[in-house]
């Protein structure tokens, strides 16, 4: 699994093109917004540490891409 985060989707092209060069496909691809709630649960495990404030803000500041690769 990888995840293209909001600082830089604007870049899935270049990204998605490295990829395929690295000799990876993707398997499944999906765009969304985290919402605080959702974020909370995929993050949950850092709910308690001193960054989790400034995670929550980047992360669900705009889109993600998660995408499944394989080999």
């Not at 990204?15 to 709630?37: C, P, V, W």
Request: glycine share 8%; aromatic share 14%.
């Amino acid at each position: 699994f990888a995840m293209i985060k909001p600082d830089a989707y604007v870049n899935i092209g270049k990204i998605i093109d490295a990829i395929y060069l690295n000799g990876f496909k993707i398997k499944r691809l999906k765009m969304s917004k985290f919402t605080n709630q959702s974020m909370g649960v995929f993050y949950g495990e850092h709910k308690d540490r001193p960054f989790f404030p400034n995670l929550q803000k980047f992360i669900t500041s705009d889109v993600v891409v998660g995408m499944e690769l394989v080999a």
